[in-house]
């Protein structure tokens, strides 16, 4: 198996642990698999998480360097719980939010964190892992990469663009993370990054960002994973609504569903930024400024990983068949969480709201999974005063957010990051 850039498809081919490392092709594109690898016939979820995901990731290192290390991994990366709620009438919730940072993001930067430590230890060499976040993705990258020999870390944070327990589990880390805290957007944090990369002075650089292979396939695996339990559940395909920002949660959906997991569909649910259902309504794609919402790890204009989509859905005629976005305003959110709230006692964050909007009001009458992508705890300034009550807060977390923070502050200029 070998992987190619989005941007030259026909150009120069890379393994699976080349593309990890490098986090972003030469040419600025990002990596993608040559063709999409079926699931293997031994594939089974009779063995548990780790095994299963074992089975589903190998295809794509087949004849790798670290082939034979895979199992290893992910026995490290995923010790930690994936569990389906059941709301009624085939209408799940899959619940990705049990991990240190309670967020998904700890399935991609934990695979990611072992994986390239794992690589280091073999080589010798030590690297620079740079990281814009526009909330979960920075604290899940600091926690899993802290103290993992022969890896630094740097993390950039929108100003006033994450809410106070974000920040605080991304600034509670010492040793070998530092985190920057970007007078701009999430937008200008992912600019530096490509930025910095782009610099032929600098070296030694790799991205933890969704951007980056081994953060995305470890988020094919619980698509398929909670697909097989769903058809065996109800006897039908899963339909799953990702709330979506940059794209990579969506485009590992897709890649599950190209592999061959039981999918019928994918929806993308998107907050005040338009970007996605505007281009399938208008059929011109527009990348533009974020702007900020209640569920601000979505709050991106220019998602990244909009190239892998169309990578994989050449037209837009493509695009729109297999791709369905709606859009979701702040009132509908608090909205959401409160009905959610008052008819079951479920408690939902800001960011899986959006996707349970679109469930009530677009899929009515379809058995559905949302996918819920962080633990309400993380955004009680918004949650608690909706539904009247403290939100308990998950150990883990808690001891993140009690300790001191640290943090530099810069513009935008990435290299006031060296």
């Not at 944090?189 to 070296?203: G, I, N, R, S, T």
């Not at 338009?274 to 709050?299: F, Q």
């Not at 991106?300 to 990578?311: T, W, Y």
């Amino acid at each position: 198996m070998y992987f190619v850039s989005t941007r030259d498809e026909n150009g120069k081919r890379f393994t699976a642990t080349e593309a990890i490392m490098k986090g972003l092709a030469p040419d600025g594109g990002l990596f993608i698999p040559e063709r999409i690898p079926s699931l293997p016939p031994t594939f089974t979820m009779e063995n548990g998480y780790a095994y299963a995901a074992y089975e589903i990731l190998k295809p794509y290192f087949e004849g790798d360097e670290s082939y034979d290390d895979l199992y290893d991994i992910c026995l490290k990366a995923f010790s930690f719980p994936v569990s389906i709620h059941q709301g009624g009438d085939g209408n799940d919730t899959l619940e990705l939010y049990y991990g240190p940072t309670s967020a998904f993001k700890d399935f991609g930067a934990r695979f990611l964190a072992f994986f390239m430590e794992n690589r280091l230890r073999k080589t010798g060499e030590d690297l620079t892992v740079l990281v814009a976040t526009s909330g979960d993705t920075g604290g899940a990258v600091a926690s899993a990469f802290h103290e993992r020999e022969h890896l630094c870390v740097k993390v950039l944070f929108p100003k006033g663009g994450v809410s106070e327990r974000q920040m605080r589990q991304l600034t509670c880390f010492d040793g070998n993370v530092e985190s920057f805290e970007v007078d701009g957007t999430f937008d200008d944090c992912q600019k530096m990054v490509k930025d910095a990369f782009m610099d032929p002075e600098l070296k030694g650089l790799t991205s933890a960002n969704s951007i980056n292979l081994g953060r995305l396939l470890p988020q094919v695996v619980y698509y398929v994973w909670a697909s097989f339990i769903y058809e065996a559940r109800y006897h039908k395909k899963a339909v799953f609504i990702v709330p979506s920002g940059n794209v990579g949660n969506s485009t590992g959906a897709f890649w599950a569903k190209a592999m061959g997991a039981p999918i019928e569909h994918i929806e993308l649910a998107v907050n005040a930024n338009r970007t996605i259902p505007d281009y399938l309504e208008s059929g011109e794609y527009k990348p533009r400024k974020s702007c900020h919402t209640l569920a601000n790890a979505m709050d991106v204009g220019a998602p990244s990983n909009m190239e892998r989509l169309f990578s994989l859905f050449k037209t837009y005629e493509e695009f729109k068949e297999n791709v369905t976005s709606h859009s979701v305003d702040d009132l509908k959110i608090r909205l959401t969480i409160k009905d959610v709230y008052d008819e079951s006692g479920y408690v939902i964050c800001p960011h899986t709201a959006c996707a349970e909007y679109v469930r009530r009001k677009y899929y009515k009458g379809v058995p559905t999974i949302v996918v819920a992508t962080a633990h309400p705890a993380k955004f009680e300034s918004i949650v608690e005063p909706v539904i009247g009550k403290t939100v308990p807060i998950p150990e883990t977390l808690y001891d993140m957010i009690t300790r001191d923070c640290s943090y530099t502050e810069i513009g935008t200029d990435y290299k006031d990051l060296f």
